[in-house]
């Protein structure tokens, strides 16, 4: 049972503009949703967390959006670079994240110029 | 380098064979994560542990697989009788609180 659905699967994005990637859960229990960022053979990198009690959080270009009651969550990178082309994951833990995480499929962001 | 290393980045192996991975979490995190990727998807949870205990197995880990982590530092992750569909990046996270992955091991079962 898929738990993480992430939309779209591919993302091509002007330099300059915002990039907006979605997921949606099905897991109640999941009370931690961080975005990692992945480049081509190496391991994902943390990018930035939310916990359901707050609506959104920004750190730098990145903001993630929550909302608690249609259980989705999108992740914005504002002003997008060349260097933000990666593939992006979105995931849901319990317990703080100090349980399992449950990733999605990832969304493969190119960046134009 | 104080992120979380694996060792070896690459292993090629004969199907039928044993391999062994090896994870060294950054120094002070209790939690030590086991995930699978395969081309195109996502991580996948193996298991995981808490100091030198295993808290949860995945249905995915097989008794083929086995996992250790002796004195609640570094972790092996050991596949026995290796099959081609073993082939994949095997991934080790460690966390006080946020997870932070490793490099990754890529492994190819000929």
């Known amino acids: 049972q898929q738990q993480v659905k992430q939309s779209p699967q591919s993302l091509i994005v002007q330099k300059g503009g915002i990039s907006i990637i979605n997921c949606a859960y099905e897991?109640?229990?999941?009370?931690?949703f961080p975005w990692y960022q992945q480049f081509p053979g190496k391991g994902p990198a943390l990018l930035i967390a939310i916990r359901p009690d707050v609506s959104e959080k920004k750190e730098g270009r990145f903001t993630i959006s929550f909302n608690k009651s249609a259980k989705q969550f999108s992740l914005h990178i504002m002003d997008s670079q060349p260097g933000d082309s990666a593939t992006y994951f979105c995931?849901?833990?319990?317990?703080?994240?100090?349980?399992?995480?449950?990733f999605g499929t990832g969304t493969r962001l190119t960046i134009i110029p | 380098d104080t992120g979380v290393s694996q060792d070896p980045r690459h292993k090629i192996t004969k199907r039928g064979q044993n391999v062994t991975f090896r994870c060294d979490p950054i120094?002070?995190?209790?939690?030590l994560y086991w995930y699978r990727q395969t081309l195109g998807q996502g991580p996948e949870f193996l298991t995981y542990f808490q100091n030198e205990a295993q808290l949860e197995k995945s249905r995915l880990l097989s008794d083929r697989f086995s996992a250790e982590r002796p004195k609640g530092s570094f972790s092996t992750l050991e596949i026995q009788r290796t099959e081609q569909g073993d082939s994949a990046m095997y991934l080790c996270?460690?966390?006080?609180?946020?997870?932070?992955f490793g490099p990754g091991t890529r492994l190819t079962v000929l």
């Open positions: 995931a849901g833990g319990s317990n703080f994240g100090n349980e399992k995480l449950t």
């Open positions: 120094s002070e995190h209790n939690r």
């Open positions: 897991n109640t229990a999941f009370d931690y």
């Open positions: 996270a460690s966390s006080l609180v946020s997870q932070f």
